[in-house]
């Protein structure tokens, strides 16, 4: 079988995705949790932007910059400061 360079780059991408969705499950820090979903995020609005389907890539930044921002709020809003 003969692999194009890009097909090379999205088999790399999906193996990230694959292993931020492993780290999001075992990680125990939300705010670590947090960050690595935000790099799924950019992981997957890249692949979407890879096989030519931008529209579908701008929705999965735009949600997961609202949802990762949303989230750290929520965090922080109600993480109790230890003193």
Known sequence: MNFAAADYWIM???LILIVASL???FIKDLLHAIIVYGAYSL???LIWLQMNTPDLAIT????????????????????????
């Open 12 to 14: 790399t991408l999906l």
């Open 23 to 25: 780290a999001m499950y």
């Open 43 to 45: 992981t997957m609005a």
């Open 60 to 83: 999965e930044a735009a949600a997961g910059i609202c949802m990762t921002v949303f989230m750290m709020i929520v965090i922080f809003r109600t993480s109790r400061k230890e003193e």
